[in-house]
């Protein structure tokens, strides 16, 4: 059985209201690379949605949060030049497993998974109080 989960719009990415959009902060993000944790994970979703979901700083992967661990959704050609912070996103996948192999639905395109990273927390430090 194949499970779809949908999320909303890729802008609204990490819920506390940071986005990869923007200028400056574009450029910010452009010039700090994601620290990956683990590679070639197997990511398990079971019957939960995740709802912090968003287009990488490359514009060609899909960042997205389960529980307290990040992860990075490396697609193939042609979806990985084709995404837009503004897209629809959804996982498919065959049980509770989504990995290399299961698919990303973005706006109008299907893709396929070439590989998820686990990757470290990729919102920007907040600044220390004095």
Not at 35 to 52: A, C, F, I, K, P
Not at 59 to 80: D, K, N
Not at 115 to 129: F, G
Request: proline share 5%.
């Amino acid at each position: 059985m194949k499970a779809l989960h949908f999320v909303a719009a890729a802008a609204l990415l990490l819920g506390a209201g940071t986005t990869f959009s923007g200028a400056a902060a574009a450029k910010e993000e452009a010039a700090a690379p994601y620290t990956v944790l683990h590679e070639n994970v197997h990511v398990n979703l079971g019957s939960s949605v995740s709802r912090d979901f968003g287009v990488g700083r490359d514009h060609a992967s899909i960042i997205f949060r389960e529980g307290r661990r990040w992860y990075r959704v490396e697609l193939l050609p042609p979806c990985a030049q084709n995404l837009g912070a503004e897209m629809r996103i959804g996982l498919v996948h065959r049980g509770p497993w989504f990995d290399r192999g299961s698919q990303v639905l973005a706006g109008d395109y299907r893709c396929s998974v070439r590989r998820v990273d686990e990757i470290a927390d990729p919102r920007p430090a907040r600044a220390e109080k004095d």
